[in-house]
């Protein structure tokens, strides 16, 4: 059984970061494409980053691109998401999600169980 587990959320002020961490566990970290996504209250869980397996391909919902950065250690088993120049509109509850070798922008294999993000303003 696959486990994610989030953490490094909270609460900060506008324009401040956050780094969230995805732990994970019962699988080969390094065959896993890994990513975040988030969904805000009332709204459609949306994409946010996402890196391959190998580490050759990212990729960023427009909304975060120059703000955010995905990372993984694959020594580690975790996944990174740097998060600089925080917004409001960036509160949302943020999941981790995997899925085998590419992206996982579609057909997330496992979720974490999320982190809340809250950016006052």
């Known amino acids: 059984q696959v486990q994610l587990v989030e953490s490094g959320g909270g609460l900060v002020q506008a324009g401040g970061s956050l780094r969230l961490s995805c732990a994970a566990s019962?699988?080969?970290?390094?065959?896993?494409?890994m990513g975040w996504f988030r969904q805000a209250p009332g709204k459609e869980r949306e994409f946010v980053a996402g890196i391959s397996s190998s580490g050759a391909t990212i990729d960023y919902a427009d909304s975060v691109k120059g703000r955010f950065t995905i990372s993984r250690d694959n020594a580690k088993n975790t996944v990174y998401l740097q998060m600089n120049s925080l917004k409001p509109e960036d509160t949302a509850i943020y999941y981790c999600?995997?899925?085998?070798?590419?992206?996982?922008?579609?057909?997330?294999?496992?979720w974490g169980q999320g982190t809340q993000v809250t950016v006052s303003s």
């Open positions: 019962g699988h080969t970290f390094n065959n896993y494409g």
């Open positions: 999600a995997a899925r085998a070798g590419v992206v996982p922008t579609t057909r997330v294999r496992y």
